[in-house]
Every structure is written in C-alpha cells, then in structure tokens.
C-alpha cells in the first residue's frame, strides 16, 4: 500500500514538474488589431465561413439542400476569382437539429478550424444553445436561418444577423392580409410550441388584439396527429386558420381538417408552405393544397421569368450537380449572395469589427421582396414580404410586397421596385468607410 | 490503513469467493476477483489513483487548444454518467435504457437554480456547490422512484419501462412548458472563471477543471462502493438471485440502491453538461444519448471502471473521428448530395461493427487479453529455465 502511494505521488511530482515549465501563462488572443494579417479565417487568398445544418436527422427533409446551394454560389464566385482576390471556403457540418451535437460542432469550427464568422446556421433551438458561446468569442455570426426575434438583440448580442423576415412580421403582415380580405370572418391561429408560434401568435394579435383571434390552439413536433387540434378550431366556428407551422405539420393540419369534412380557409407562414414538400408530404391528397394561401419573401422556384430564378438554375446547373430546383436552393444561393455583398462592403482589409461595421451600414439589394432592415439598432433581416396562393397546383405570388416592424407601426406597402441581378451574378457593391 | 491486518469478517469473506462463473459473469470480463486483504487499503489506493489522474489532468488542460478542453470536458461529464451505468449493469445486471433521463433531471435542476441564482442576484461561482449536487438528489429522488419498479421486473420489461421514462422527458417539458421551455430548453446562466486566473484564462479550461473534478469524485466513490460490501452484494444478485437470498442479501433492496447511485450518477453528468454547454433542452437527452450511452460501456468493456473511461472516450472521440475523416473526401456536387451528412455515420456504424468482431468483450477486454498473452510468453522462457 505504502508502495503505490509513494510511487504514485513520485509520477505525479515528475509530471508536475516537466509540466509547469511548458504552461505558465495565457497570451491575449491574436483575434484583435486592425489588420488582416492575424484574423481568423482569413489569409491573403481565402476566407472560411462554417455553418450548422440539419443535413440529416427530423429536419433535413428540404433544409439539407440550403447549405450545397450556398456553396455552390460561393464556388460560382470563387471562379470568376473570389472576394477581392480571396477564395470563399465554406465548412458545413451537420448537427441533425440535435442543440447537443451544435455545442460541439459550433465549438469546434470556432475554436479549432478557427473560421472567420459562422454563416446560416440553422434553426432556433440548435442556434439559441450556441448565442453565448459566439458572443464570448466575438464571432460574426450572420445571417441566422431562423425567424426567431432571439437574433435581432444588438445590445446582447452584437455580432448576431438574422436572415429571413421574424414571425412576428410574418403574422403581422399574414393577419393584415386576412384582415383586409376576408373582414367579419372567425379568424384562429396555429403555431408551434416555441419562439417560432408564440412570434407569429404575437404578431397576429397586433393586428387583431387578443379577442380578435377566436380560438389558439399549438402543438409540438413530437405529436403524431393534429386531430384534437383541428376539432377544436372546427367547434369553434374558425373560418380562416393562419398557421405557424412547419411544412410536416401544415400537411398533418390540412389532412386532419379533410377527414373531419372541414373546410377552413389556411394562410400558412412562409417556413411550412413551400408547395413542392407539401405535395410531396400529401402525396395522393396533394388537391388539399389548393386556395392555400401562403406568405413569402423570395420569388419563388416556378416563376421562370425571374431574373433572380434564371441566375439561380444557371449556377445550379454548373455548380450544384442540377440538384431538383426548389425554395431551399433560392433561399441558400441568396444567403451566398447576401455573404457577398456584406463582404465587398467589408472591403480588402478583411477583420472580424469591420464585417459587423459593414453589415449595419445597410443598403442590401437582391432577390429578396422587402427591404433588409439593417442598421447599427437593428440587426433583424428582410422586412417585407408578398401573399401567395396554389391554385392549379402551382404557387404563385399576387399582389404588392408589404413591409412592417416586430412592434406596433402599421403595415404598407413597400413601393420600391425590384431589383435585377448584374449580368454575370456577382454583386458589385463597394467597400464602405 | 490498520485495516490492512486486520481479519476480513467472515461474511464478506464468504462472499468475494468466486463460485463457478454464471454466463453474464463470463461477458464481463472486468471482474477479476481480487484477494481480500491482499493490497491494502482500498480507500487510499483509489485516491491515490484519482490524484495521479488529477495532477496528470491538470497539467495536461494547459498543454491543450479550447476545443480540446472541451472535448474532454464533455467527456468527463460522460464518464460520470457511464460510470454509474457499467456499475448498473456490468455489476449489477439491470438494463436501463433510461439514463438520458436521469441526465435531464440533473441539468434541468442545475439549469432552474443556476437561473435563480443569478435571477436574485447571487453571482459567484460558488452557486455550482449548491445546484450540482441539487441537481445529483433531484436525480438520485428519480431513480428511487424507477427503481422501486426496477426492482420487480427482469429483462425485456425493466427495459421496456426505462425506455418509457426516456421518452417522457419531451413531453414533460412540454406539458410544463412555463417553466422548461418546451422544445427549446433553457440556458443555463453560468459565472465566468474567477478572475484570479488571468484576463486571458480560456473558458474552455475551467469548465474542463469543474468537469474533471466532478468526474473525479464520481470515480472515486463508485470505485469504492464497488469494492465495498455493497459492491459484492451487487455482484452476488446479479450472479444468482436465490443464492443471494439465500446468503442474507435483500435483493429488492440492493437493486434498488444500484438503481438510485447510478440515476445520481447520471445526475451529475446531466448537471456537468449543462454547465459546460450553458443550455439544455430536452433533444439533448433524448432516447439517441440513452442508447448512445449504453453501446459506449459495451464498446468499453462492460462491468469494469477502465471500460466505462474507453466508453466516454468514445462518445465524443469516435464521432469527431468519422466526421474529420470524411471531411477532407472532395466529390462532385452530386454524389456529395447523396453522401453529405451520410458519410460520418456509415463509417461509424462500420467502425463498430469491426469493433465488435474484434473485441467483443469491449476495449478494456482486449487489452486484458493482450496483457495476459504478453505474461504468458514472458514467463515462458523462464519455466524452461527453470526445466
């Protein structure tokens, strides 16, 4: 006994002694300064992004196809000779929606492939869990692929950009929509038993006040079946549902509504009514698509006469395999877009400070309908967005874009006119001061 | 250390002899009947061990990058946790496919202090001297309450109701979603290192200093409790219930006792993760973590100490591992479709199955098995001599 003991606390002496030679203090880390030269992630002729994405997992189903579509257009730029002479490298790791599995993989991006900002990673439970790691290592953390209002806190967070409009805007804009065309109607609301409903309730209660929306009712992705649900809009009288629901469970609500023989109007947020998983998920039943009316805030896959759609299939057909053409790549070629401009506006003398500085300079135009909002106070996404409908099996968008805020200012119409993209798709914004 | 000469009572004595091997005894090849009374202290050896594992630890969490100190403070917070499941099993013979839950219960207790702590205003780090081991009898209550069940059912049953409380977690955090947040869980507010260490001091390494300590006790009084009169208690129950009762054990209550340490055990790891990671939501602990967890001390060599240390090793390694790997595999926009995200985990399952082929008695098995290969050709050339 006394020998192990003895022994035992020899090695720990001799370890402790060839140790404290190596380790005595901790240098500040070399991420500050305002030169390229020792910025993480950017040398003369590259910049590295990494992202978190479901590529597999409960959530993959459509959303895998965002992040190769964002590379796609990064390699597209990246031949015709990058940003300012650096070539764009993008580090997709999948989390499989799990938040355990982001803590890890976002940790590790940061602190060992050392990437110069994390880019679109998506989701709001996996994303909320990592909002302080990042904070804590002054990352840029841009363009979040979530509606979450979580991401639009400048004073909290500041290195964090959100994307896509935030639910509550949605609603906003859904229920004025409603409002508007459907007057003296039952309205309810459906959402998502998380930010994402709760936003999107909140949102539609701006506009009606809370007495407005008859009846509420929320579910939780884990549930098999939306019937209790439906039967207790149905008992309720609901004439228009909006729905805050992701696409698996706008199909289980359409489909519960069908076999009780109830035919509500659905408005459906922008996350869960893209028509080509939808009728997938429908499969046989896909003519319950038809009159969904849906809000959106990029042009849509079908509309071949958009410049933006033209540009996309052109480099998805070059650069993405000709993966089938859907919203999920609109939506990721336009993050790569959006990438873009923000780092021309950078400038060549690339730093972590001066990325942030030039995405709240603002003045971002491309695909998106609305404007981006933002500024050095705001840091929440587009802001506008435009109804759509199926009919025929095809969606279509109708009518003028509108704009609003997350709190009380009115929604109106947002009359600035599209813009088309530059003939080679590369965007030419300059570098701000 | 008196206890050294001292005479073993007899009980115990009667005890720790080795009968013929049951087939489950022969699976766990961690168990080598050690003699009573031949190697001192029990107590002062393990801590001893423990000491040298800290100091090592220590020193080490300075020579290392963030993201290391990370990875093995998460492995640390596993270590707990499969600790607690090998004693269950590998000793005691009860499947639990429940743990995750176990874990939950820990880091959302851990997770509501620490949040009400820093609510009122009381900042320090001392806040984790009261959450953690809160969060470690909010688990240990939950396994009590398992376990009384435990107790009366064998086999596919007990596993059918862990399975059970592992799937409830979700929905309890639902059905409560006021206070856990339903899908999205809770962050976890956690003070940052104490300022004494310097205004560079990476946060990565004191979370990896929390971890290891409490991997470190957790170690230390399993380790003990396995050695102890408990310990052979467990073994006897799992080997031959009627012979067990038969010798004065009260097996109701010895599995139930191994159900309770092992739920705390869990309940440290759960209150561990929570801090490292700073958040919880019921996805983390879902049936995945619990099935994860149990291949982990099958994979590590099930029943012994050393094998639940190669099982967290490999929850976060081998992950790491396959990802690094196929990452660096370059293929046209197509196939990558197809593979992305794919790739990791066919060669996951790949590695385990070749494990499994190889050493189907777990990591520490084979090393065991290539310790005794190496004695056997070292002694023989002197047996020869000898001739």
């Known amino acids: 006994m006394h020998r192990i003991a003895v022994r035992g606390i020899a090695i720990a002496a001799c370890l402790a002694l060839a140790v404290t030679t190596a380790a005595c203090s901790d240098e500040a880390p070399s991420s500050g300064g305002g030169s390229t030269a020792n910025v993480p992630g950017v040398t003369d002729t590259e910049i590295t992004f990494g992202t978190h994405q479901p590529l597999t997992g409960p959530a993959s189903a459509g959303y895998s196809k965002i992040s190769p579509a964002t590379k796609a257009y990064f390699d597209y730029v990246n031949a015709a000779g990058g940003v300012y002479g650096r070539k764009i490298k993008y580090l997709v790791e999948d989390d499989g929606y799990n938040p355990a599995n982001t803590q890890t993989l976002v940790r590790k991006l940061v602190l060992e492939d050392k990437v110069f900002a994390i880019l679109n990673g998506l989701g709001t439970p996996t994303h909320t869990g990592v909002l302080d790691f990042i904070k804590s290592q002054n990352v840029p953390d841009l363009f979040v692929a979530s509606g979450s209002r979580s991401w639009n806190q400048p004073d909290k967070y500041p290195t964090t950009f959100g994307y896509q409009p935030d639910y509550t805007v949605e609603g906003k804009i859904m229920a004025d929509y409603v409002k508007k065309t459907y007057p003296g109607q039952v309205v309810c609301h459906l959402g998502q038993d ?43 009288g609901c004439q228009v549902i909006i729905s805050g629901t992701i696409p698996g469970f706008t199909a289980r609500g359409l489909g519960a509504a069908a076999q009780l023989g109830y035919k509500p109007q659905w408005v459906v947020s922008s996350v869960g009514a893209d028509n080509l998983t939808l009728s997938g998920l429908l499969g046989a039943n896909k003519g319950l698509l ?43 070629m336009t993050v790569g877009y959006l990438t873009v401009q923000a780092l021309l506006k950078a400038g060549k003398n690339l730093t972590r400070e001066g990325l942030v500085k030039a995405i709240e300079s603002g003045g971002f135009k491309n695909a998106a309908a609305g404007p981006y909002r933002f500024s050095k106070t705001d840091h929440s996404g587009i802001g506008g967005m435009q109804m759509g409908k199926i009919s025929g099996g095809v969606q279509a968008a109708f009518g003028p874009v509108y704009e609003t805020d997350d709190g009380d200012g009115a929604v109106k119409e947002y009359t600035e006119a599209a813009t088309a993209p530059p003939s080679n798709g590369i965007p030419t914004d300059t570098a701000v001061k | 250390m008196t206890t050294t000469d001292r005479p073993q009572p007899s009980v115990q004595a009667k005890e720790a002899q080795p009968g013929g091997l049951s087939p489950l005894r022969r699976m766990t090849s961690g168990l080598t009947a050690r003699q009573p009374g031949g190697s001192g202290s029990t107590l002062l050896r393990h801590l001893v061990w423990v000491l040298v594992g800290a100091v090592i630890v220590y020193f080490v969490s300075y020579g290392i990058e963030p993201f290391r100190n990370y990875q093995f403070a998460t492995v640390a917070a596993y270590l707990c946790v499969t600790v607690g499941l090998t004693m269950l099993t590998g000793l005691n013979g009860q499947l639990s496919l429940g743990h995750s839950a176990f874990m939950a219960v820990g880091a959302y207790t851990v997770a509501l202090l620490q949040n009400e702590f820093s609510d009122r205003n009381i900042l320090g780090n001392w806040t984790l001297l009261v959450s953690l081991p809160l969060g470690v009898l909010a688990a240990a209550l939950a396994g009590a309450l398992i376990g009384v069940c435990a107790a009366r059912l064998r086999g596919p049953y007990l596993a059918g109701v862990t399975l059970a409380v592992a799937l409830v977690v979700p929905a309890f955090t639902t059905y409560f979603s006021s206070v856990f947040n339903a899908d999205q869980g809770l962050s976890v507010y956690v003070e940052p290192a104490p300022a004494a260490l310097g205004p560079y001091f990476p946060p990565e390494r004191w979370q990896a200093w929390i971890a290891i300590l409490c991997a470190m006790i957790t170690l230390l009084l399993v380790a003990n409790l396995i050695r102890s009169r408990f310990g052979r208690s467990f073994k006897a129950v799992r080997d031959d219930e009627i012979a067990a009762k038969l ?141």
């Open chain 1, 194 to 236: 998380d930010d994402f409903g709760r936003d999107s309730l909140a949102g539609v209660e701006r506009v009606f006040g809370a007495s407005g929306v008859k009846e509420k009712q929320k579910y939780v992705t884990s549930m098999t079946t939306l019937a209790p649900q439906i039967g207790a809009f149905k008992t309720a």
């Open chain 2, 247 to 387: 010798s004065g054990i009260h097996v109701a209550r010895t599995q139930i006792l191994a159900f309770v340490v092992s739920a705390a055990c869990a309940g440290i790891g759960g209150g561990v993760i929570a801090v490292i990671t700073q958040n919880v939501s019921p996805s983390v602990f879902g049936l995945t973590l619990s099935l994860n967890l149990l291949l982990a001390i099958v994979l590590g060599g099930l029943g012994s100490m050393f094998g639940a240390v190669w099982g967290a090793l490999l929850l976060v390694f081998l992950p790491y591992l396959t990802t690094q790997m196929t990452r660096d595999v370059e293929l046209s926009p197509s196939l990558s479709r197809n593979l992305e995200g794919n790739l990791p985990l066919a060669l996951f399952g790949l590695i385990l199955i070749i494990m499994m082929l190889l050493a189907p008695t777990g990591i520490q098995g084979a090393f065991r098995k290539l310790g005794m290969i190496i004695r056997r050709r070292m002694s023989r050339p002197r047996r020869s001599e000898a001739n």
């Open chain 1, 290 to 332: 038809e009159g969904l009316i849906s809000v959106g805030y990029l042009p849509i896959a079908v509309d071949e006469s958009n410049p933006w759609i033209q540009l996309y299939k052109k480099i998805n057909a070059s650069n993405n395999g000709n993966a089938p053409f859907d919203n999920n790549i609109v939506y990721g």
